[in-house]
């Protein structure tokens, strides 16, 4: 068995065995119990179909790697032919305490992308007609604010609030038309372990990251970390680092 893909939405990891693909939930409360073993390519599924692949580039090797390139836009289109043609919208997201950032996302998909990245404030600063101007916007705001955050920084904030004072200077310089505030039910009183882990009970999933509980510690797992990881479906033994409260 292997860990092939993960979905933040549902959410929950993609699992393949012998070519058939089975959804995993991660919802509060399920108990995973999963050994990591070797990692390598996770290979492509097709018409819900895993073909796998044995090449040691993780979690994807060049050929069943996928590229976005809007990605990578800054008002240049990079395809052939231009086709994000519906409306976007330009958004400052949060991550606790005081790292913001700037995006664009197609408008119907705001709330959706906001949660996906796992902010936890998002505002949105105004619509334009495509994907083209959206980008532009977004590279000239990117000149001031950053247009990305690491998951390292994001699990470094997971047990903190965002800094209301820093938050609002920051909108304060635009005509914001909308706010978010999202709660993923983690509660945390500290920062979770950094480790790559797949048992325990999942207290829940922000963004990328899923927290943990499992032999007295909190940890948060990049999900991504855990695709081309073959699997046992066994609790592990392997010892792992524990949080400071494991002792008291």
């Known amino acids: ?5 993960y979905d933040t939405a549902g959410p929950g990891l ?3 065995s012998d070519g058939d693909v089975e959804y995993v939930s991660v919802e509060p409360g399920d108990r995973l119990r999963y050994t990591l073993g070797d990692r390598h390519c996770a290979g492509v ?7 796998a692949c044995g090449a040691e580039t993780v979690p994807y090797c060049r050929d069943h790697r996928s590229t976005w ?5 800054t008002g240049t289109c990079l395809k052939d032919e231009m086709d994000c043609h519906d409306p976007h919208a330009v958004y400052l997201a949060a991550f606790a305490p005081d790292v913001f950032k700037v995006g664009v996302t ?3 998909r705001l709330e ?8 936890d404030r998002g505002a949105h600063l105004e619509t334009v007609a495509n994907g083209r101007i959206a980008r532009e916007r977004e590279a000239g705001l990117a000149e001031s604010i950053p247009d990305r955050v690491r998951v390292p ?3 470094a904030g997971l047990h903190r609030d965002v800094d209301d004072d820093a938050w609002e200077s920051l909108c304060a310089a635009f005509d914001v038309r909308a706010r978010f505030d999202f709660d993923y039910g983690l509660g945390l009183e500290s920062q979770p372990v950094d480790e790559r882990i797949a048992t ?3 207290r829940g999933v922000q963004g990328r990251l899923l927290v943990l509980d499992h032999a007295g510690s909190t940890y948060a797992v990049d999900l991504r970390d855990l695709v081309g990881h073959e699997v046992t479906a066994e609790a592990t033994t392997r010892d792992v680092q524990s949080s400071l409260g494991a002792w008291g």
């Open 200 to 202: 325990g009970v999942v």
């Open 14 to 16: 993609f699992l393949a």
């Open 106 to 108: 197609k408008e119907w």
């Open 1 to 5: 068995m292997q860990f092939v893909g």
């Open 153 to 155: 920084t994001k699990r």
């Open 112 to 119: 959706t992308r906001l949660r996906e990245q796992g902010a």
């Open 69 to 73: 390139v809007c990605a990578k836009c």
């Open 45 to 51: 599924v097709v018409d819900d179909e895993h073909r």
